[in-house]
């Protein structure tokens, strides 16, 4: 069976750094890998409206943020198609038959729905649409017949239902539909890479984020404001890795390469950790070497930025090609499920010439 991928974004914000070490690094390389036969990139939009449905403007200004992010990080159209969800109306139709193999019990114990009700205050006044986005996120998914979903640890409850639905549908009318396996960030770091602050998440609301696109003077500054170790107030004082951003950043982002350029007087990062833990290393000479690593990280990417900004009928012409292919497979797919759930009336021609014989016996 041939490899293929399908990812992508809710487009309501620029993208971060925790978009970055969680998902957009792993999928350039997974893109240059040459392991997978096709890539597919979306921009949630449709999804994003489930809880922004009322603020569709912010949606809209997004999609063009998230791609030019996507490109700029090394996403190329050439190799990965990147598309508009809502531009694939395929989609909302397997979202239809795919709600008669789900429960509204079953909905309810999806961890990831829970938390994200509770995230949004949406535990009296649920909309359907929101609710119900696991059975949207399947129809993305198997759309394309996708083996492989690049995930962070919160998404796997979705990954789960995904294959549920797919057993189901393939039992009951015919083995169509792919079970897709899920893919994880390869470290600790990556997966949940924490807001500037020490909060657990990134959030625009709560101005932690650190955007891809932002200057090298807004990143030097956000680095050097970062939350470190409460309990280290002096040089001398032994500092605590637990919980220090800082180092958590570190871990997503620096290499032994780092050291030699920006911080020589240590081999690799145990070696930095050791002496912060033992104390006699200040935390503004870490955040210096941070910024350092962070900046030398992000330059190729504002870079790259700046260049397709110039052109942004041309982003745009990108995402059409891509809705076009996308929508491509996503009929296909589809037609082979309304011939398996038999409600391909105009394409049987038993089916037709079966009834002609019944009324005109």
Do not use: W
């Amino acid at each position: 069976m041939e490899k293929i991928i399908l990812t992508g974004d809710r487009p309501t914000g620029r993208l971060h750094v925790g978009h970055y070490v969680g998902s957009l690094r792993r999928r350039v390389e997974l893109q240059n890998s040459g392991e997978y036969k096709k890539i597919f990139i979306m921009i949630a939009d449709a999804q994003a409206l489930t809880d922004n449905f009322d603020n569709p403007e912010k949606v809209r200004e997004n999609i063009v943020e998230v791609a030019l992010d996507y490109m700029s990080c090394g996403l190329d159209p050439a190799k990965s198609n990147l598309f508009i969800q809502s531009q694939i109306p395929e989609l909302c139709e397997m979202t239809t038959y795919y709600m008669n193999l789900v429960t509204v019990s079953r909905l309810q114990r999806n961890p990831t729905v829970k938390n994200e009700i509770q995230l949004r205050n949406f535990e009296t006044s649920i909309p359907v649409g929101f609710f119900s986005y696991p059975i949207s996120q399947a129809s993305d998914i198997t759309a394309f017949k996708a083996t492989t979903v690049p995930v962070g640890d919160d998404q796997l409850p979705m990954i789960e239902q995904t294959r549920e639905i797919v057993h189901k549908f393939n039992t009951i009318y015919a083995p169509v539909l792919v079970e897709p396996e899920a893919l994880l960030p390869e470290t600790e770091a990556c997966r949940r890479l924490p807001g500037t602050d020490g909060q657990a998440k990134m959030s625009k609301s709560l101005n932690n984020c650190i955007y891809l696109a932002d200057s090298a003077d807004d990143v030097k500054k956000k680095i050097m404001s970062m939350y470190t170790d409460p309990q280290h107030l002096l040089v001398s004082d032994p500092g605590h890795l637990e919980g220090n951003t800082v180092f958590t950043y570190l871990d997503a982002f620096c290499n032994d390469g780092h050291f030699e350029r920006y911080l020589p007087d240590y081999a690799n990062l145990e070696e930095l950790k050791a002496h912060y833990q033992r104390g006699g290393l200040g935390d503004v000479k870490v955040k210096k070497f941070l910024n350092n690593v962070m900046q030398e990280t992000l330059e190729p990417i504002r870079k790259k930025r700046g260049e397709l900004e110039k052109d942004i009928p041309a982003v745009y012409e990108v995402l059409k090609k891509g809705c076009e292919i996308a929508r491509q497979e996503a009929a296909q797919t589809l037609s082979e499920m309304k011939r398996a759930m038999r409600i391909n009336y105009f394409e049987d021609e038993d089916l037709i010439r079966r009834q002609a014989e019944k009324y005109n016996a």
